[in-house]
């Protein structure tokens, strides 16, 4: 990829990701990066800044709402807030010599670490506590609502995708992002449901998405939730 820059007819500069690839037409898309263009490999690049300049409104918007949609990282420090059940905790890291330990006590996660400093430690601990949450919280769902779909409880395993949330594959295994602990248990049980009704249906026509309603009937909802929290829930 090369790095160029787009100059709009108002002097605002906007850098790009150019790749030329074997193709006809110019390809965009908002990375975590940016803006990434894709274009013929021959193409002039009079005509690929008219183009451009013709997408230019477009471009601001997507990158504008990327902006609103950034969130910055989890700080492994003390007064660190965080999101656990779709409820605000405060991080609170203690020193000791003792065995380390984690404890939500109300709305503190106490973390006793050998070495308060060690941010990387203090992370690693916290990220720890987060995944055995989110696995003993979902099995349980996972069996209430297999139990009321009529069918075995699945094995449950974790996931650490950047982008799914759950899947369910032909073996009939579920995975389900750690992350997902983080949100309402409205959305919890959105994604569970969903991820069981493929059990029926292992695919997202109309049938699968009646099994999802009679399961889980407030399922759109709670998926527009998901979409808006999505962002927060990737802090971690």
């Given at each position: 990829m090369m790095l160029q820059t787009l100059t709009l007819a108002d002097g605002q500069q906007i850098p790009y990701q150019l790749s030329l690839r074997p193709r006809r037409t110019v390809g965009l898309k908002i990375t975590q990066d940016g803006l990434v263009v894709h274009a013929p490999k021959r193409i002039v690049v009079h005509q690929l800044n008219q183009i451009l300049q013709e997408?230019?409104?477009?471009?601001?918007?997507?990158?504008?709402?990327?902006?609103?949609?950034?969130?910055?990282?989890?700080?492994?420090?003390?007064?660190?807030?965080?999101?656990?059940?779709?409820?605000?905790?405060?991080?609170?890291?203690?020193?000791?010599?003792?065995?380390?330990?984690?404890?939500?006590?109300?709305?503190?996660?106490?973390?006793?670490?050998?070495?308060?400093?060690?941010?990387?430690?203090?992370?690693?601990?916290?990220?720890?506590?987060?995944?055995?949450?989110?696995?003993?919280?979902?099995?349980?769902?996972?069996?209430?609502?297999?139990?009321?779909?009529?069918?075995?409880?699945?094995?449950?395993?974790?996931?650490?995708a950047q982008s799914r949330w759950g899947s369910c594959n032909s073996l009939g295994q579920v995975r389900l992002n750690w992350r997902l602990i983080q949100a309402t248990p409205q959305v919890i049980n959105y994604v569970v449901c969903h991820e069981l009704a493929h059990l029926k249906e292992m695919n997202h026509s109309a049938r699968f998405y009646a099994v999802l309603a009679q399961l889980f009937p407030n399922y759109d909802n709670a998926e527009k939730q998901l979409k808006q929290l999505s962002p927060q829930l990737h802090r971690l």
């Open positions: 997408k230019s409104t477009w471009i601001l918007n997507k990158l504008a709402l990327r902006e609103a949609n950034t969130v910055t990282p989890v700080c492994w420090q003390a007064g660190e807030n965080m999101l656990f059940l779709g409820q605000d905790i405060t991080l609170q890291v203690i020193e000791s010599k003792g065995k380390s330990k984690i404890m939500l006590v109300g709305n503190i996660l106490n973390v006793v670490v050998k070495d308060a400093h060690n941010l990387t430690l203090v992370g690693k601990k916290v990220m720890q506590w987060y995944q055995q949450e989110a696995y003993d919280d979902f099995v349980r769902r996972v069996e209430i609502f297999a139990t009321k779909l009529g069918v075995t409880p699945p094995l449950v395993k974790l996931s650490n």
